[in-house]
């Protein structure tokens, strides 16, 4: 297959790329400094390419040829500057929703293009109808055990906010909530995949590595399972 990737320099994009090459597929990576990307990975099988997401026209422009388009675009770059990222979500956490229209539109050129964008855990219903980007309380809880400003409840909405808008659409889409707790680890190819609930281990919490993220990502990309559709993963 032909699989684009939008932040492929990310924490969760690159390890996408991986795993996209170690399967054998040919990848269209793309990134704010493509010239930069591409000096410092010399891969076969990989081509880099700067895109504008946020910009309908950028996107439409780089799809040609791509089978699927995964999107796991951050402001900033969440890999060398996490804290930066964060910055950025909480002064605009309409990002989200404003890529998930342009990707949307740039589809309408190119509709049998599939796409997968990698969104957030806090639209995920923690109970039956309860979804924690609703509820302060649940998310404030929820960003002091992550270590996070509860500032960045606003960014959490702002994924959630994405989804709506790609759920009003009839593209080929499918939104990825990794689990709550995500980070480089082990990959280990044994997890667990839910739809619009978490995924919960033996001791209650919502976790996966970076690695068998891109592992369903891609097993998603070659097996559609969940268009038009959210799911999530977890051990």
């Given at each position: 297959m032909h699989i684009g990737v939008i932040g492929a320099t990310g924490t969760i994009g690159s390890r996408v790329v991986t795993e996209a090459l170690h399967r054998g597929?040919?990848?269209?990576?793309?990134s704010r400094d493509a010239a930069q990307a591409q000096r410092e990975e010399r891969r076969d099988d990989i081509t880099w390419a700067s895109v504008d997401v946020l910009d309908a026209k950028s996107v439409a422009g780089a799809l040609s040829?791509?089978?699927v388009l995964i999107s796991g675009f951050q402001p900033g770059n969440a890999a060398k500057d996490f804290a930066d990222t964060v910055r950025r979500s909480i002064a605009d956490p309409t990002v989200y929703a404003t890529a998930a229209r342009a990707l949307l539109k740039a589809l309408e050129s190119?509709?049998?293009?599939?796409?997968i964008v990698i969104g957030g855990a806090g639209s995920l219903e923690i109970e039956p109808g309860v979804v924690r980007a609703d509820s302060d309380e649940l998310l404030h809880a929820a960003l002091d055990q992550?270590?996070?400003p509860r500032e960045?409840?606003?960014a959490v909405r702002g994924h959630r906010d994405a989804l709506a808008v790609l759920r009003t659409s009839n593209r080929l889409w499918t939104y990825f909530s990794p689990a709550e707790e995500i980070g480089p680890g082990e990959r280990t190819g044994r997890f667990r995949i839910g739809g619009?609930?978490?995924?919960?281990d033996a001791?209650?919490?919502s976790r996966i590595s970076v690695e068998d993220a891109a592992i369903a990502l891609i097993d998603e990309a070659e097996l559609p399972r969940f268009v038009q559709r959210r799911f999530?993963?977890?051990y």
């Open positions: 597929h040919t990848v269209k990576a793309f040829g791509l089978d190119r509709p049998q293009t599939r796409l992550l270590g996070l960045y409840a606003a619009d609930q978490p995924v919960l001791e209650g919490r999530t993963i977890g």
